[in-house]
């Protein structure tokens, strides 16, 4: 009896040890589709010579990877983006995935609706290490090539949104979309209470952001990670950039907190949210006039895996 009770309690010491430490880096099963939903409202005040301007921009996409092979330092991946729509309230407009658009339009919003629609009608094969990090887009030239077809000739409206337009497909930009969903694993055995930092640049639409995330692993069961983690967020470069014709210099910060829970046995996230509170200003030159935008945002965002 006394056996049989000492080995029942060395089994539960062992248990309790292995759940006290876990490497948390990708384990992801050959040619299984994961798939997550992120969903972020952005509610951002400016003021403009005197006046208040508010904006709310609602964004939804579905993200899907596919895991083809695995090495010793990365493994391949197929990645995708299934849907993304964005709805901003002012000016009124939706740019979504789900419509072909028109590239030959004068109408900026129907060129990106139709970059967008080529975008997630594309596969990227990607390289990637097992912390999330893309290490290349493997067919970046020829995925590029397909969304912007057209674009050399644009008119109107349209041409004037080029640079942000063309940013899209940039190698960088994609990148900081697929890093967004997928960095944050530190790809090694850590602890309740143990840190680690993810850091990644998010460039779409012209504006450049630098994202650095301080994660603590606050819980660890049999199967499942809970981190939380502070975020801060700020200008990727300080070099002015052109957008509709005119020069913006931002000067736009964070800071905020995240929480998340993960699959300890894929490292693939069950789900996430956070809150990050930005401010600052945007210097704009066009047309020999300048003037300073003070700009005040607070971005909510969630992250669930689907079926």
């Known amino acids: 009896m006394k056996t049989i009770l000492s080995a029942i309690i060395l089994s539960l010491f062992c248990n309790v040890l292995l759940a006290q430490s876990s490497e948390l880096k990708y384990n992801l099963e050959k040619d299984k589709v994961y798939r997550v939903k992120a969903s972020s409202v952005v509610d951002q ?3 403009m010579q005197g006046q208040e301007r508010n904006t709310e921009t609602k964004s939804i996409s579905y993200f899907s990877l596919k895991m083809l092979d695995a090495k010793p330092e990365f493994f391949i991946a197929e990645v995708k983006f299934d849907t993304i729509t964005t709805i901003i309230s002012m000016p009124p407009m939706t740019l ?6 028109d590239i030959n339009s004068e109408d900026a919003v129907q060129v ?6 080529r975008l997630c009608n594309s596969t990227l094969v990607v390289r990637m ?3 999330g990090f893309v290490l290349d887009i493997m067919n970046h030239n020829v995925v590029e090539k397909t969304v912007l077809e057209g674009t050399d000739s644009l008119k109107g409206m349209a041409a004037m949104a080029k640079p942000q337009l063309v940013m899209m497909a940039d190698k960088d930009a994609l990148k900081g979309m697929i890093e967004g969903v997928t960095a944050y694993l530190p790809a090694t055995e850590v602890a309740q209470g143990d840190k680690w930092e993810s850091t990644f640049s998010n460039n ?10 301080n994660y603590k692993l606050k819980e660890l069961s049999k199967n499942k990670a ?21 020069e913006i210099t931002n000067e736009i910060s964070g800071l905020g907190k995240t929480n998340m829970e993960v699959d300890t046995e894929t490292g693939w996230l069950i789900s996430g949210s956070s809150k ?3 401010s600052g200003t945007m210097h704009v030159n066009a047309q020999g006039q300048s003037m300073v935008i003070p700009v005040e945002s607070m971005v909510a965002s969630e992250t669930i895996a689907i079926e």
């Open 45 to 47: 005040k400016m003021t």
């Open 96 to 101: 979504t995935s789900a419509e072909p658009g």
């Open 112 to 117: 990106t609706n139709s970059i967008l629609n």
């Open 129 to 131: 290490d097992y912390k």
């Open 204 to 213: 779409m639409g012209g504006v450049g952001m630098l994202i650095t995330s």
């Open 226 to 246: 809970t981190l939380e983690g502070d975020v801060v967020m700020k200008p990727a470069s300080t070099e002015p950039m052109m957008m509709n014709g005119a």
């Open 276 to 278: 990050v509170q930005m």
